[in-house]
Each structure stands twice: as C-alpha cells, then as structure tokens.
C-alpha cells in the first residue's frame, strides 16, 4: 500500500527539523563563516542566491578535487552537484590544471586572440559539429548575444521559449506563462507573464518573448505561423524545473516547424552536454541554427561559446557590416581571454573525452537503477529521471511532460529534508530541485554512497 502523502510530509517535517539541528552542530566553522562573512557581503555570501541552498548557514568550502570537497569543518564530501553542471568534468582535472598553470606564466588577457586561437575553434568543432564558434563569458551573455544576432539577421523581434525555461540571468527568457490554478488577475490562461521573482525589471517582457508549453507542437506552430519569431530558444529538455525529456521527434519537429517559418532554432546545451560527447543535438542528428554551451567547457572558468553554421556565418557578417561602426551590444571585455582559450582547449580535447563520457554514462545508468530500486521497495509514487550523466529525482509517478506537470510535483518541505538528511551525511545534490550529475571522478563507492544514505533517508521517511 502506497504512504500516506501526509505522512511523509508530517515526517519531511519532523526529519528537516533535526538534520537543520544536526547542520549546526557538525559545522561550527561554516556557522562561524557565516556571520563574519556577514559583515561585508550580503547575506554573507558572494552571491545572494548561495544563501539560499536551505541550510541554517551556508556550507563553506576548503579545497574541491575529483567528485569529493572538503568543508572547512573538516567534513569529506562525495559531489553529486558539482557546481550545478560547472565541474560536470570533476573538479580540477589535472590535465586541466596543467593547462591553467602553464597559461598563467604566459598572460591572462590581452584584448587580443591569444595563438591557441585556431586549435580553439577546431576543438569547438569537432566536439560539437557546428564549424563557425564566437565566445562568451557566461551561458547568459551567449544567450543574450545570440538573440541579438538572431534579431539582426532576420529582422524580427520576437523570442519563443518554454514555459519553465531557465536560460540564465538574460531578461527576455525571465517569463512564465500564466496558469489556470492562479489568481490571475486579467483572467488570461497562456499569457506571457515577467517571472515574479525577477528583481528590477520595468518592461514587460510579453511584449517581445512568447512562452508556450513544452512538448506542445500545435502551440508552437501556432505561435511560429504569426511570422514574427526571430528566435526559438530551447533546451533539449528543460532542466530547470525538475527534468521534462522531450517526447520522442518533439525537437525533430521544432526543427523542422522553424525552418518552414523562418524561424532560427537555438538549443541551448549548458545543461544537457551531460547526454555524451558533443550534446543532445550531436547524439541525436539535429542541427540547430544556433547551439549553445557553458558552464563546464572550461573545467568551470567562467567561459561559454556559441556554434553556427557557415550559411548562418554569412548572414551574421552581413548584419554587421550593413550596421555603422561602434558598439554591437555583443561582447564583453574578458570574453575570450588567453587564460579562457587555454582552459577550453585543455577540456575539450584531454578532459570531456569519449572514455570520460562512457565511465560517466555507465555510472549514472548503475546510480539510477538502485535509486530506482530504492523507491520501488519504499512503495513511494516518485520516479528518476535520467538524461546521461544527469539524474533527477521527481515527486511524480511518470516524468512530466511539461512545466506545469513538473511544478505540480514539487515539495519544497520533502525535498528540504532529503537534501539536508545526505548532506549532513557527507552527500551534496544540487539545490532548488533534486538533480544529481556523475564526473569522471566518480567512482562506484562513490554511488554506492549515495544510493545506501538515500535508501536509510527514505527508511526514516516512510516510518
Ligand atoms: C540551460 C541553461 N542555460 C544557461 C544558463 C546560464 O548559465 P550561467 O549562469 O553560467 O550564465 C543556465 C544556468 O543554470 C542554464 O541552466
């Protein structure tokens, strides 16, 4: 007989209660941190958003190797965040490392392409299969250029993407659709909303980006059939919202829909390059027009960088010459720099290899058959949802298949208490929604690890 929902919640409740007790008495040092830090950073963290992992302070780090860290109260833990996707390579790979410490006696930046240059943008595309690379810093400023770029070559304005999307900090992708179950006060179900939570914006961002529901082909076509849609940006599954796989030809069909339209597709791969080598689109036989990627190209430096076509390469120089000279309102002073061309050239060609790819792969196919057993032997309506090296956990019985299905089936309160309950035992998932990544360096006790400690959490939880 399946537990109770509100068993499990009362006992979510109880379990977070102790583990935030048990978090101050194992980390007297982080606490300590905390409130020193607090004296000259906001919420005494360097960014505001490391305050709010759910722990009573945050968890302050001493040293990071492979897939473990150690906390500066001496605490040895096996990573399963890693950086949210950033140290997807583990941390500091030591061909990596090489290659940051050799660059670093020979120059940071210049404003000028450093001599890696051309074996730079060959590693790009052979990696990904796309031949034309510009670089940015971040995921967000890739994706804020490319809109820029994709509005200049076709002369539209307007931006699809999904609801539940997370692209980074751009404005134009901070949206929400409405939704039947809010208070909504025009009435309007489906309409393109600024996301509540965004800080300081004054536009209304309906105006120029559509969000539509993922897995949904006549929305889409509806929307691109309008005439107006520079731009669709997606990732092959949202990532963001808990995980939604797109349903079997979902991707295939939206490449075809914005060909017929005039629509420019940009798969945005700062998540799902956890597939296997190259990405989704690589792996699955898509071109987009646009392919995006960050985060852990670099081993983790700041650095993204976004792929085109010769074709579209053309269009873009066009768009550039045709306009008078200045500010294009794409780039940033550190993009590209020596130290960032050296540190993409060391992953992509000696780290993210193919035997890298294969023992991650395996590894999270193992990790996720004894979550799987796990659950199925609690008897609990929950599932895992993997996409390569990236797993999550989803309080549902089948994967949702769009936003609204995945925000259904959050719980804030037992999501808390698992995080907590493993971290407290030297495990650390991802925050703000149950996603667990597999390096290179992880190991099989590492996994062992993580699915013993999960199935005790769930043994408390069922109680
Ligand atoms: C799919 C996707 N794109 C872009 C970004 C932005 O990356 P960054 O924060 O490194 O700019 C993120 C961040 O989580 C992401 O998940």
Redesign the pocket.
Known sequence: MQLQHETLFNNAQQMLENERADYVRLHPQSMQLSVSANEHFLYGVPMHWMNDWGTPAPLFVKYAQGSHFTCVDDIYYVDFCLG???AMFGHCPPALAQAIAAQASAGFTTMLPSSLTPNVGEALADHFGLPYWQLA???????RFVLRWARAVTGRKKLLVFDG??????DDAMVDMTMRNETIVDAVVGKTINRSSLLGQVYDLGQYTVAVPFNDIATVERELAKGDIACLLT?PAL??CGMVPAKAGFIESLRNLTQQYGTLLVL?????ISTGRGGWAKNHGVVPDFL?V??PIAGGL?A?AYGFSAAMAEQMKAAKDQAPPGHSGIGTTLSGNMMTLAAIHATLTEVATDAAYAHMLGLAESLEDQLIASIKSHDLPWNITRLGARLELQFCEATPSNAEEARNAQNDVIESAIHLYLLNRGVLLTPFHNMMLVCPATSVDDVKRLAYIFDECLNELSN
């Open positions: 949210d996707t950033g810093t971040t995921a967000t400023d890739a994706n999307c997370y692209h980074g900090t751009f990732e990532t963001n945005d791969e700062t998540h799902t995006v960050g985060k700041p993204a």
